[in-house]
Nanobody
Framework: VQLQASGGGLVQAGGSLRLSCAASGRTFSRYAMGWFRQTPGKEREFVAA????????YVIDSVKGRFTIARDNARNTVYLQMNSLKPEDTADYYCAAKYSGSNYYYTRAYQYDYWGQGTLVTVSS
């Protein structure tokens, strides 16, 4: 599976962005997906995850109520809708995929098999 993340950019605090992660391959619908973020000098941080069906999702507390993860299996794409952005959300955002036989999500970086390149989100104050 190859992953291509896009949608990052510069936005003012309080603004919105939607990140997309397009996946190649015929079995996208069997992959759980996740979004992580990283700033220089810090470890990659888990942000959100979704099961292969889209029926199970999870976001971290610091983005709850502001970020939403969703997927469109017909388009082989997972999204991260980010609203009410804050300067502390500034980071490189990465999508990741894990082949999963269970309809569950995963929150640890080591659990994922494939990674996309980062897309930079910069939130100005």
């Amino acid at each position: 599976v190859q992953l291509q993340a896009s949608g990052g950019g510069l936005v003012q605090a309080g603004g919105s962005l939607r990140l997309s992660c397009a996946a190649s391959g015929r079995t996208f619908s069997r992959y759980a997906m996740g979004w992580f973020r990283q700033t220089p000098g810090k470890e990659r941080e888990f942000v959100a995850a979704i099961s292969w069906s889209g029926g199970n999702t999870y976001v971290i507390d610091s983005v709850k109520g502001r970020f939403t993860i969703a997927r469109d299996n017909a388009r082989n794409t997972v999204y991260l809708q980010m609203n009410s952005l804050k300067p502390e959300d500034t980071a490189d955002y990465y999508c990741a995929a894990k082949y999963s036989g269970s309809n569950y999500y995963y929150t640890r970086a080591y659990q994922y098999d494939y990674w996309g390149q980062g897309t930079l989100v910069t939130v100005s104050s």
